[in-house]
């Protein structure tokens, strides 16, 4: 069964940079994806971005792209998610999330199948 733990959130100052971890556990192989994404007061979690696991592909959402990069170890089982000038408007809470075995990667939670717990992250001025 694949885990998921996040941590690294935290208060940033606007403008300044904060990197998320994802601990992943459970995979068989290095196939499948692990997303990013983010929710508030909304019902609906909001993509980030991707990463496929056996090619290290990454795919990101027009917010996030250009100050954020996504990005995991060798071994394959932390995921990193590093965002860059940090604005009031990225702050939420922040999960990993994890489709084992897919060659194809998404953009919405739906694809995914196995959660974090989520990581807070708030931006102060």
């Known amino acids: 069964q694949v885990q998921l733990v996040e941590s690294g959130g935290g208060s940033v100052r606007a403008g300044g940079s904060l990197t998320l971890s994802c601990a992943v556990s459970?995979?068989?192989?290095?196939?499948?994806?692990i997303g990013w994404f983010r929710q508030g007061s909304r019902k609906e979690r909001d993509f980030v971005a991707y990463?496929?696991?056996?090619?290290?592909?990454?795919y990101y959402s027009a917010s996030a792209e250009g100050r954020s990069t996504i990005s995991q170890n060798n071994a394959g089982n932390t995921v990193y998610l590093r965002i860059n000038n940090l604005k009031h408007a990225d702050a939420d809470m922040y999960y990993c999330?994890?489709?084992?075995?897919?060659?194809?990667?998404?953009?919405?939670?739906?694809?995914?199948?196995?959660w974090g717990q989520g990581t807070q992250v708030t931006v102060s001025s």
């Open positions: 999330a994890a489709e084992p075995g897919a060659s194809m990667c998404g953009v919405t939670a739906r694809w995914y199948t196995d």
């Open positions: 459970g995979f068989t192989d290095d196939t499948g994806c």
């Open positions: 990463i496929r696991r056996n090619d290290n592909d990454a």
